[in-house]
């Protein structure tokens, strides 16, 4: 059997998650069913990060077992033909026959986008979480260093405890303001000029595995710093408190992306294909 | 009367274009109904640029009177509470008592964007035309220099001819690659650096006036030469044989966004509203 690694991108509007769910349409669902009508298989994928309702993908890895002998570029463009629009292929690629998606990957990083402007841009409506009040991303970035590093980040997961442990390591977390930076670019803020009049806040953070909620119990925290409700301070005492409770609400899902995956054994992912035909 | 100018920007998807028609519903309408709500007045708008069915807006420029005494201020957030998501007040000022959207617009920017990689990306499905095979974009950039200056037109206007005169001044074309650029900036492609291996191209055109479908059949003449059917050469003959027949096809309307209107008497429109609170 091969074992077929592939690189989506996605819409989560439509979905109950990335996981297949009583109610509703999952993601994993639709990719399985098109993967079924092109290898007349059946076959169980396995994804690096399970996304939440409303939560969107650049960048989610998958695998699934195969006896089919199709080319990895014929599965990319033929399932990308039985996928519905707001799903997408962005690379396939074949990997060792022990690859797990989610059991090795070994970091991940995700994208929390915020409009914030006082008007609002129908674009980004189901892409960006609108704040019309200015947000102080500087003091936002600055509370955010705070979490970088291995702590046990119970008091931003919810439903704790739900996983055998809440301790985490992040290896970066930015938080940036720009104006003229594409919201699906592969670039990573560090890496973009910031403009201190642009319209949108990002938040981007990566570390070897995320709670539930994590990120977004994070973003509804340091919105509060961005606000000038909570200061550094505050962050550093809700993370040593351990408490869910002390720390802000969960921010929407329909601002947050799963960026990339990145794995030991395979070549670095990367979310977006190259340019066509280069 | 007081003159109320509007800036709006629009996902023109759900459209059936600007303008009041039989059949679908116009942008035109879900505004007209929302200054009713607002104002308890009937008014009808005069916009700058009569965009086609699924064209977008990112600062669409209407004026209409009103005997109301709301603000400025109050008039943007109080129009937003009665337009659905995919219709935004980005700016509200006060005119000149005889200001005109339409007739007083100097020039107009128009930006087609081009999606060019092999994989999609779902979250420009509906913003962006979608190529797969690699365009030549400085082939298209050079071609289309060809169109810069004040020339007839016609053979870039369908159902010709439909205006009095088909005589037009284009005084910039550009097409540029961009990666890291987002679709709906402010900045124009001049402005950005350059990036060889993005996957977005952009077309941007300014003119004194456009005809009817001319900036898609621009893009479609365009693409002739970014396929590398179509040389200089042959953008000069069809200009100069002033037949629509022989020019390209006409370009889908997702790629196409309306950018900004330009007027003497008003400072210079910005599509994009100023940072929340500054």
Redesign the interface.
């Known amino acids: 059997m091969r074992n077929i690694c592939l690189t989506l991108?996605?819409?989560g509007t439509n979905y109950c998650g990335w996981q297949v769910q009583p109610n509703g349409t999952s993601v994993q669902a639709v990719v399985e069913t098109a993967i079924k009508e092109l290898t007349s298989e059946a076959a169980t994928i396995f994804a690096a990060g399970r996304t939440d309702a409303g939560v969107?993908a650049l960048g989610q890895v998958v695998n699934f077992h195969t006896a089919s002998g199709i080319s990895c570029d014929k599965i990319?463009s033929g399932l990308?033909r039985f996928l519905p629009?707001?799903?997408?292929?962005?690379?396939v690629r074949e990997a060792p026959p022990d690859f797990h998606a989610r059991y090795h990957a070994t970091s991940k990083r995700y994208r929390y986008v915020i409009l914030?402007?006082?008007?609002?841009?129908?674009?980004?409506?189901r892409?960006a979480y609108h704040?019309?009040?200015?947000?102080d991303d500087r003091a936002m970035h600055d509370a955010g260093q705070v979490l970088v590093g291995r702590h046990d980040f119970r008091s931003f997961e919810s439903h704790y405890p739900n996983r055998s442990s809440s301790v985490r390591t992040v290896s970066e977390l930015t938080v940036a303001r720009c104006?003229?930076?594409?919201?699906?670019?592969q670039?990573r803020p560090s890496e973009?000029a910031a403009a201190s009049?642009?319209?949108?806040v990002f938040l981007e953070v990566e570390a070897d595995g995320f709670l539930y909620n994590m990120v977004r119990s994070i973003v509804g925290t340091l919105l509060k710093v961005g606000y000038g409700s909570w200061t550094t301070e505050t962050v550093r005492e809700i993370l040593n408190n351990q408490d869910r409770d002390h720390s802000g609400a969960t921010a929407p899902p329909h601002g947050l992306y799963l960026v990339r995956v990145d794995y030991d054994d395979l070549r670095r992912e990367t979310p977006?294909?190259?340019?066509?035909?280069?």
Do not use: T
Not at 85 to 91: E, P, Q
Not at 131 to 135: A, D, K
Not at 197 to 200: Q, T
């Open positions: 991108a996605y819409d969107h990319r990308q629009d707001d799903v997408a292929v962005r690379h914030n402007s006082r008007a609002k841009l129908p674009f980004v409506e892409y704040i019309g009040r200015r947000l104006g003229d930076w594409a919201l699906w670019a670039h973009i009049d642009g319209d949108y977006i294909d190259s340019p066509a035909g280069s």
